[in-house]
């Protein structure tokens, strides 16, 4: 019994002593908005999905956020689809934020990847 109580003991603290990490989750649902701005590296917006305010996920040159370009045109043509055809699309993101509290248009997002659901 004695040995079991250290162990959790031992397991606490180290826990304790981990870093922390930004929560991955992602934001499901219809696509309400989707745009590209024609400056910046041709920045994709989007918004809905799971109460996404306006979020830029990308820019299609590559320029910045977790997409390089290829990525970042595939995503958006992934939102596209959904958009046009009104299916469900998931944007995973990596940070302590939430869906709704993303930042708005100003920056580009944590979001790391776009799939239809």
């Known amino acids: ?7 959790v003991v031992v397991l606490a603290i180290s826990t304790l002593s981990l870093p922390a990490y930004a929560g991955v989750y992602s934001c499901t649902g219809t696509v309400t908005t989707l745009e590209v701005a024609s400056c910046c590296g041709g920045v994709v ?3 809905g999905a799971g109460g ?11 320029g910045s956020g977790n997409f390089n370009a ?3 045109k595939a995503a958006y043509a992934t939102l596209l ?4 055809q009104g299916l469900t699309v998931s944007i995973a993101f990596s940070d302590t934020l939430t869906c709704s509290t993303q930042p708005g248009s100003t920056a580009t997002s944590s979001a790391w990847a776009v799939s239809l659901q």
Do not use: E, F, H
């Open 1 to 7: 019994m004695k040995k079991c109580l250290v162990i």
């Open 45 to 47: 917006y989007v918004s």
């Open 52 to 62: 996404l305010n306006t979020v830029a996920i990308c820019t299609l040159n590559g």
């Open 70 to 72: 290829d990525s970042c």
């Open 81 to 84: 689809a959904a958009k046009l």
